[in-house]
């Protein structure tokens, strides 16, 4: 993955709105938290494979970045991200992480569902 260039990315988040998409997002300190400090809690938030359809996309900050997808009912909202990319089944993958490269979020979107 590549670091984030907000135009890039704006550009993939407007293809995908409008439409039926499948969502991928998860947050995590990471089950390495606790190794570093043993008062830490772990955290996380985990959703695969639902569908849900945005009228609007937005990729905002200055890196880390935020993703906010508008829905009918409510946002979809991700915030830390600071790399990203479409990979050849055309799905946008972004990710954020922290200082030593670990994993600390994760927003994807596809047309197809993720195996």
Same mark, same amino acid.
């Not at 300190?29 to 009228?55: L, M, P």
């Not at 972004?94 to 600390?104: I, P, S, V, W, Y």
């Given at each position: 993955?590549?670091? /984030?260039?907000? *135009? ?12 039926? @998409? =499948?969502?991928?997002?998860? +947050? ?30 937005? /990729?905002?900050? *200055? ?12 946002? @979809? =909202?991700?915030?830390?991200? +600071? ?33």
């Amino acid at each position: 993955m590549d670091p /984030i260039v907000p *135009d890039r990315i704006q550009k993939e988040l407007d293809r995908f709105s409008k439409q039926d @998409v =499948y969502i991928h997002l998860e +947050t995590t300190n990471g089950a390495y938290a606790s190794h570093h400090d043993e008062k830490a809690i772990n955290v996380g938030a985990y959703i695969r494979n639902a569908r849900i359809q945005y009228s609007r996309g937005k /990729i905002r900050g *200055d890196g880390p970045y935020r993703v906010g997808l508008k829905m009918e009912s409510g946002w @979809v =909202y991700a915030e830390g991200l +600071t790399h990203g990319e479409v990979d050849p089944k055309g799905r946008l993958l972004l990710a954020g992480h922290n200082r030593e490269g670990k994993l600390t979020v994760a927003l994807q979107l596809s047309f197809e569902p993720f195996e």
